[in-house]
Antibody, heavy 120, light 107 residues
Framework: EVQLVESGGGLVQPGGSLRLSCAAS????????MSWVRQAPGKGLEWVAN????????YYVDSVKGRFTISRDNAKNSLYLQMNSLRVEDTAVYYC?????????????WGQGTTVTVSS | DIQMTQSPSSLSASVGDRVTITCRAS??????LAWYQQKPGKVPNLLIY???TLQSGVPPRFSGSGSGTDFTLTISSLQPEDVATYYC?????????FGQGTKVEIK
């Protein structure tokens, strides 16, 4: 069974840092583009970042550029999101998601999400 | 960046009705357009990709059409289990922007 399990969410003060992790199983992780997508409370979906299989390409939404870093460890079947300089507006459920073998395949597998709350 | 605008923001229809949701891109995205369904309290689910290709396991009452800047998601006969928020997303290039969502309810 294809599965994505996120961890690392929690409560953090503005300006603080968190590192989200996503453990993948049931598929050949190293073959897929991976994504992070977030959803603020009561709001819509927001794509956050994408990473290519070999980390050779990484893309971010403008609002997190310079603050968030997406990375992966194919040997550990894991995806990460390092979040620094967190803002109240970063409060959201963060979903780990699997895209395709190529760049032009949308997300088709989602984790259950991990909640990040940025508040003083 | 390309903006994705959905209409309407919400709708209420009767069981069996034909429902159409529109997604407009501020610039062309060829056919790199996906539709997702998110039921209350659940994770999003891919319905359609490539503007019109039905994802495996999705009921055939869902269909997508369009190319370039204008796209539609159609539910041919609305069912109670279709109550959800629907999102379009462009994925031709970063950023992979979502539309703001369309909430579908039963009248």
């Amino acid at each position: 069974e294809v599965q994505l399990v996120e961890s690392g969410g929690g409560l953090v003060q503005p300006g603080g840092s968190l590192r989200l992790s996503c453990a993948a199983s049931g598929f050949t992780f190293r073959s897929y583009w991976m994504s992070w997508v977030r959803q603020a409370p009561g709001k819509g979906l927001e794509w956050v970042a994408n990473i290519k299989q070999d980390e050779g390409e990484k893309y971010y939404v403008d609002s997190v550029k310079g603050r968030f870093t997406i990375s992966r460890d194919n040997a550990k079947n894991s995806l990460y999101l390092q979040m620094n300089s967190l803002r109240v507006e970063d409060t959201a459920v963060y979903y780990c998601a699997r895209a395709g073998l190529n760049w032009n395949i949308p997300v088709n597998v989602w984790g259950q999400g991990t909640t990040v709350t940025v508040s003083s | 960046d390309i903006q994705m605008t959905q209409s309407p923001s919400s709708l209420s229809a009767s069981v069996g009705d034909r429902v159409t949701i529109t997604c407009r891109a501020s610039q062309g995205v060829t056919n790199y357009l996906a539709w997702y369904q998110q039921k209350p309290g659940k994770v999003p689910n891919l319905l359609i990709y490539g503007a019109s290709t039905l994802q495996s396991g999705v009921p055939p009452r869902f269909s997508g059409s369009g190319s370039g800047t204008d796209f539609t998601l159609t539910i041919s006969s609305l069912q109670p289990e279709d109550v959800a928020t629907y999102y379009c997303q462009k994925y031709n290039s970063a950023p992979w922007t979502f539309g703001q969502g369309t909430k579908v309810e039963i009248k």
